[in-house]
């Protein structure tokens, strides 16, 4: 756990807490049950799949 100064208020902890908590689910759960590969699934990979979808065709422009 994080330090955190003497004045954190109760709140602040319960914050603190459920970010870890979820961050900790996240690097979990399997990438399956989200519906995308997380390691392999990026940026370019989401504009490949869009020109993917759209028939985009480089030679035709």
Not at 29 to 53: C, H, Q, S
Request: proline share 8%; aromatic share 16%.
């Amino acid at each position: 756990m994080a330090f955190l100064p003497p004045t954190a208020s109760s709140f602040n902890l319960f914050l603190l807490s459920s970010t870890v908590a979820l961050a900790e689910w996240l690097r979990r759960v399997p990438a399956k049950y989200m519906g995308f590969p997380r390691e392999t699934f990026t940026f370019i990979a989401k504009i490949n799949v869009w020109l993917d979808r759209s028939n985009f065709k480089p030679e035709n422009v």
